[in-house]
């Protein structure tokens, strides 16, 4: 197909006794922001790594921009930029001679690659920050010049391998615009995270990984069509009777009812009056409450749906930072 | 792509503190401590006299004859002051002199003297010696006469008349040395030295004496000549155009470890260029770029910068400190220059073996290192030439040694086959290095990152 920039087909990969990737199938269309979401340990890493020919696989075929992606096709990795999971930069160049060097092993000319550096300095906005070394700069800004790195030299393919984990909220935004506009550019994105927000966000198509498989694929919502609740409804009381909770499920719309944690879960799926209804079970059994809220399915209701699992543990982001402190410590 | 990586291969290297510290202050540093420490102890211009007190209480000729000829010379070792003990000690302690030395007799019935030497003997000796070409010429007519009968008669009363008081402690006597100072130091040394070394001379000289009067060793011949002081037996010649004083040669020596270091700087390149050691090592490897052009340009930049350090060390102990390299200063830069080459080359090699991360390869490499430099005697002296002797195949391949021994060929050779035989080693090394190193890293996939 013409328009298909990635085309992975059967892909195995084994490390020793665990099969990390297991016959994978992907194709990713010119001018997708294409998100690969999953858990720890799923095998987004490993698919990136072999599409760069990186990793060694065991069976399958990749093909970027038509042709077969070897360790020696420099002219289709000419065309690809990569930001990996870990910040690639040297620590003793500053932000414009990092950029510059990477840059450097693309773009030979000088004028020419001096105009590519500054418009993706400016891009990321470091430009305040040319002269400073990696070391000076904040954990989000060194995200950014990560970035910088493996854009500058305007490459049709953008691979962004987890570029905001340990990022600052202000940053993580600016990051993710800043990957809609590449891709406005005319750059097709992929896109590999674990935190299904983003993907939601920025990804016009999105594949959900676990273990090393495909367990979905679709727009997100294709996606969420997949699951059964459309709306879920939490209401935060004290542990109803079992006859409460019966009455609930008698609802028409309402798939499940549950007491949890101090609050009723009330999954239902269609309907246009669902909490209507549910207060009006409360109120007619005459039930102290607290708060009353509704979530709309996401990502991670489908990812729970397939696998039965959540996709992150709970909280993760909020312990984030937590973990860096103590590490610093 | 290339002339841009090395331009930026050279800018981090100096700004990578380890080797500004190794590179660059370390032999700074390590020079500038020799040439205080070791500096002044071989600039004879500089060196001052040794004043010293002689309490004689025997007499000893042969004291006499080495000591003055040392203080008599044109650069004077001793300055010598003939005096009473009580003169002696007045002058050590008004500081005048550093030490006395106090000339005791030794009694002559002791095993090492020749007191027991027979008449016989004596004569026989004094036979072989008159016998000797050129003893009996210039004596007049009366001596002549008196010799002649002598050697031919075995009357015993020529020998009694000829040998009375004679013996071989008369011609060197036992004396005894003994040393007094007052502190340290390095006159203290040197005074101590030379009584130890006057002594075992003494020593010898008198048992060459009583072996020749026994007929046990030696013609009369040679006795004659080797007590005249004449025999000849080691001519010197000035062999090179090189500086050999043993602090130079410490130079030379730091100069080597210098460059040797350059490996710490090396072993870095591996890991910048391999995916399965560092994000950057992966993000290259992505590249549009052959990981082999990179890989010389990385090589090339940490050549220029390494070699500007062997430079700067090089300029340093020469220009700053004064030492002398003799003619021989263009090719001390391009021994330092091609040493450092080589062990940078030797760095990356290290570099490439393992998966192992920075720090733990540069422990490897620093303990590569210094192994190295332990066994070209870098660090204790005598070593290489032991293994010379009974392993000499490791000189032939440590680094280190080649470096140093291009070092020492230039500064004891008057010509320059040997030094030339070791740079082409270094450029061999230079070459398996790189060759090994990139033989490790051309590995285009990996089973794991």
Redesign the interface.
């Known amino acids: 197909m013409e328009n298909t920039v990635v085309k992975i087909e059967n892909l195995v990969k084994n ?1 020793a006794e665990l099969r990390a990737l297991d016959h994978l199938n992907l194709e990713i269309r010119q001018g997708e922001v294409f998100g690969l979401l999953g858990p720890n340990g799923s095998g987004k890493t490993t698919t990136i ?1 072999c599409l ?5 696989f065991d069976e399958g075929t990749i093909e970027v921009f038509g042709k077969t992606m070897t ?2 096709s ?2 289709l ?4 930029g ?1 930001i ?7 620590n ?2 500053n932000v414009y ?1 990092n950029v ?3 840059c ?3 773009i ?1 000319d ?1 004028a020419k690659r001096k105009q590519y550096v500054d418009e993706a300095i400016a891009f990321v906005g470091l430009e305040d920050f040319v002269k400073f070394r990696p070391k000076k700069l904040s954990g989000g800004l060194l995200r950014r010049l990560n970035i910088a ?2 854009i500058a030299h305007k490459p049709d393919l953008i691979i962004l391998d987890e570029p905001t984990v340990a990022v600052d909220p202000q940053s993580r935004n600016k990051i993710l615009e800043g990957i809609v506009e590449l891709n406005r550019m005319g750059a097709t994105v992929i896109y590999t995270t674990h935190y299904m927000e983003e993907v939601e966000q920025i990804c016009s198509r999105i594949v959900i990984m676990d273990r090393g498989k495909k367990i979905a694929e679709g727009s997100k919502d294709e996606l969420k069509r997949e699951i059964k609740n459309t709306e879920t409804i939490y209401v935060e009381m004290d542990q109803p009777s079992e006859d409460v909770i019966k009455n609930m499920r008698g609802l028409s719309h309402v798939s499940d009812a549950s007491w949890v944690d101090g609050r009723l879960i009330v999954g239902c799926a269609g309907g246009k009056h669902n909490l209507v209804e549910v207060m009006e079970v409360i109120r007619e059994s005459d039930l102290d409450f607290g708060r009353v809220y509704s979530e709309l399915p996401t990502l991670n209701d489908v990812f729970l749906t397939i696998t039965g699992k959540e996709l992150r543990d709970k909280d993760e982001r909020q312990e984030e930072p937590t973990a860096k402190k103590k590490k610093k410590a | 792509m290339f002339w841009s990586s090395v331009k930026y291969q050279i800018k981090m290297t100096f700004r990578v503190k380890e080797v500004i510290v190794w590179l660059i202050l370390f032999p700074i540093v390590l020079g500038t401590l020799y040439k205080f420490t070791f500096g002044s102890l071989y600039e004879q211009d500089s060196f001052e006299a040794v004043p010293t007190a002689v309490v004689e209480h025997t007499k000893d000729n042969l004291f006499h004859l080495v000591m003055d000829a040392m203080a008599e010379a044109d650069k004077p070792i001793l300055t010598l002051t003939y005096c009473s003990e009580e003169e002696a000690y007045e002058l050590l302690e008004n500081g005048d002199v550093r030490g006395i030395i106090v000339i005791d007799p030794v009694s002559d019935t002791g095993e090492d003297g020749v007191s027991d030497t027979s008449g016989t003997d004596i004569a026989a000796f004094l036979r072989e010696y008159l016998s000797s070409d050129g003893v009996m010429e210039g004596l007049d007519e009366e001596s002549n006469a008196f010799l002649k009968d002598f050697l031919e008669s075995s009357d015993k009363s020529y020998l009694e008349k000829l040998v009375e008081g004679v013996s071989g402690s008369t011609l060197i006597p036992e004396t005894r040395l003994s040393l007094k100072i007052k502190s340290n130091g390095m006159g203290a040394t040197m005074l101590k030295k030379m009584a130890e070394m006057y002594q075992t001379m003494q020593k010898a000289g008198r048992d060459i004496m009583e072996n020749a009067m026994s007929g046990k060793t030696g013609s009369g011949d040679e006795v004659s000549k080797a007590m005249q002081g004449n025999t000849t037996v080691v001519t010197q010649t000035e062999l090179t155009r090189g500086n050999k004083d043993p602090y130079a040669t410490y130079m030379y020596n730091l100069i080597a470890m210098v460059a040797i270091f350059g490996a710490m700087s090396g072993v870095t390149i591996a890991s910048s260029l391999q995916a399965n050691l560092s994000p950057v090592g992966a993000r290259r490897e992505c590249a549009g770029t052959p990981k082999f052009k990179i890989l010389l340009a990385d090589l090339l930049g940490y050549y220029v910068s390494h070699s500007f350090c062997m430079i700067i060390a090089v300029s340093f102990v020469t220009f700053v400190l004064g030492t002398d390299f003799g003619s021989r200063l263009l090719y001390v830069y391009l021994g330092a220059i091609l040493g450092g080459i080589m062990g940078v080359s030797m760095g990356f090699f290290i570099g490439s073996i393992g998966k192992w991360g920075d720090g733990a390869k540069t422990g490897l490499v620093m303990a590569f290192n210094m192994t190295c430099c332990f066994l070209s005697g870098l660090m204790v002296p005598g070593i290489r030439a032991l293994l010379m002797q009974y392993a000499p195949v490791i000189n032939e391949v440590n680094p280190a040694a080649i470096v140093c021994d291009s070092f020492y060929f230039l500064s004891v050779d008057e010509g320059l086959n040997r030094y030339f035989t070791k740079l082409f080693a270094m450029l061999i090394l230079t070459a398996v290095f790189v060759l090994l190193g990139f033989v490790l890293t051309r590995r285009r996939k990996y089973a794991s990152l």
């Open positions: 490390y790594s760069l020919s990186l990793l060694s360790p020696t420099y002219d990795k000419s065309r690809i990569i990996p999971q870990n910040v690639a930069v040297f003793e160049l001679e510059d060097c990477f450097s092993l693309y030979p000088k790195c493996g």
